[in-house]
Nanobody, 125 residues
Framework: QVQLEEAGGGLVQTGGSLRLSCAASGRTFSSYTMAWFRQAPGQEREFVAGIRWSGSVRTYYADSVKGRFTISGDNAKNTVYLQMNSLKPEDTAVYFC?????????????????WGQGTQVTVSS
């Protein structure tokens, strides 16, 4: 398994931006599928964005963040990023980085075997 550690959360006003990072250690993450999830109080954990590098780079986004969020990765640093722009109050949640060993982006969180501890993102109105 790979160890994951998120950073970059915080408090931002509506319309603002944040960049989350997820540092991976233990194995080369380019062989994994990486994803960001989020969980708001009282709600289920939901898929936000995913990226995989097998053959070519592929990304996939939840409809709720498409056009506002961008997932990317730096293989040399073993780090995945989530650039979040035009933030809305409904984006408020704990954001988690996740990894799975199969080169296919999937949505269900139980398909991911490695998780970070999460980082809080709060968007004020």
């Amino acid at each position: 398994q790979v160890q994951l550690e998120e950073a970059g959360g915080g408090l931002v006003q509506t319309g603002g931006s944040l960049r989350l990072s997820c540092a991976a250690s233990g194995r080369t993450f380019s062989s994994y599928t990486m994803a960001w999830f989020r969980q708001a109080p009282g709600q289920e954990r939901e898929f936000v964005a995913g990226i995989r590098w097998s053959g070519s780079v592929r990304t996939y986004y939840a409809d709720s963040v498409k056009g506002r969020f961008t997932i990317s990765g730096d293989n040399a640093k073993n780090t995945v990023y989530l650039q979040m722009n035009s933030l809305k109050p409904e984006d408020t949640a704990v954001y988690f980085c996740a990894a799975r060993e199969m080169p296919l982006i999937v949505v269900p969180p139980d398909r991911y075997g490695s998780w970070g501890q999460g980082t809080q993102v709060t968007v004020s109105s």
